[in-house]
């Protein structure tokens, strides 16, 4: 029900805003700004990750892990007598 309400609420923001804001319609921007209204209000919360307590003297590290081996660009192969041909650095 949430996901359909807010799907519905999204298309009447952008039409109302659009209409409202571009063709000059005052009751289509009325429709956009309580649209926003409704998704604002209705929005998930983000999911929470982990919550600890922590003691006086203790402190938290954040770190970010880089990219699996399949996230990253490829990188190309040099290719054998490759530095003959033109444009090749």
């Known amino acids: 029900m949430g996901s359909?309400?807010?799907?519905l609420a999204h298309r009447l923001m952008r039409r109302g805003l659009r209409r409202g804001l571009v063709e000059g319609s005052?009751?289509?921007l009325a429709v956009g700004a309580a649209a926003w209204v409704v998704r604002y209000v209705t929005r998930p919360e983000p999911p929470l990750v982990a919550r600890e307590n922590l003691r006086l003297g203790e402190s938290v590290l954040v770190t970010h892990l880089p990219a699996s081996g399949r996230d990253r660009p490829r990188r190309r192969r040099r290719v054998a007598g490759a530095e003959d041909l033109p444009g090749a650095s």
């Open 4 to 7: 359909v309400l807010h799907s």
């Open 26 to 28: 005052v009751a289509w």
